[in-house]
């Protein structure tokens, strides 16, 4: 009986050592890879606006937005925290760089564009 025992404890302690040997591996291997290339960017804010935006802002769901001389920091505000009907969008949804463009189009834009 007691030479099961120790057998046990030498079996767990090499599992317990192969476990931490391979995630320490996979810890390694993990860190040299190269960063993934971005996925998908917006052309600019005007393409952004007509394929997110409009949908609400053109079919008078929403309010006319462009033509208004918002400010970027209250767009981006609006879009990040919604207001009302408005939905707030996350980072995941549009991430800083395209709302930062759609907001300064927005900004711009005259009302017919």
């Known amino acids: 009986m007691k030479g099961t025992t120790g ?23 993990a860190a040299t890879q190269e960063p993934s290339a971005p996925g998908f960017v917006w052309k600019d804010g005007a393409e952004v606006y007509a394929k997110v935006c409009a949908f609400c802002h053109e079919a008078k769901v929403g309010p006319t937005i462009r033509g208004r001389g918002l400010d970027p920091t209250y767009i981006t505000f609006m879009v990040r925290h919604g207001n009302r009907a408005m939905p707030s969008f996350r980072a995941a949804e ?16 005259a009302a017919n564009q």
């Open 7 to 29: 057998k046990r404890r030498v079996l767990t302690v090499c599992l317990a050592a192969l476990v931490v040997g391979a995630s320490m591996a996979g810890v390694g291997w």
């Open 94 to 109: 549009i991430d800083d760089e395209s709302l930062a463009k759609v907001a300064e189009y927005v900004s711009k834009a």
